[in-house]
Nanobody
Framework: QVQLVESGGGLVQPGGSLRLSCAAS????????MGWYRQAPGKERELVAG???????NYADSVKGRFTISRDNSKNTMYLQMNNLKLEDTAVYYC???????????????WGQGTQVTVSS
């Protein structure tokens, strides 16, 4: 089986920074696209940032210039550096990965359990 485990969430003041990590483990043959999503209370889950295996990135307009997504393919790990955090960034952050498990032909969609990010003064 494949697991995604997020870490790095917490409580931070407005203007502060956090770095999230997402580590994939298990019977992994290859990981294609990866991404960070977030869900605030009462709102739908939304894409924050995505990254291809080659390193191409895309961001939600609300985080452009403040967040940076990256990945280390050798470690099956993805990161989200979040700077100048705002109150509206408060949410549960989830990582997502398109993974081809060992012995499979297709890529499957995997999600982490989520990590809470709270921005508050």
């Amino acid at each position: 089986q494949v697991q995604l485990v997020e870490s790095g969430g917490g409580l931070v003041q407005p203007g502060g920074s956090l770095r999230l990590s997402c580590a994939a483990s298990g019977s992994i043959f290859n990981i294609n696209d990866m991404g960070w999503y977030r869900q605030a209370p009462g709102k739908e889950r939304e894409l924050v940032a995505g990254i291809t295996r080659a390193g191409s990135t895309n961001y939600a307009d609300s985080v452009k210039g403040r967040f940076t997504i990256s990945r280390d393919n050798s470690k099956n790990t993805m990161y989200l550096q979040m700077n100048n955090l705002k109150l509206e960034d408060t949410a549960v952050y989830y990582c997502n990965a398109k993974v081809k498990p060992t012995g499979w032909i297709l890529y499957l969609d995997y999600w982490g359990q989520g990590t809470q990010v709270t921005v508050s003064s």
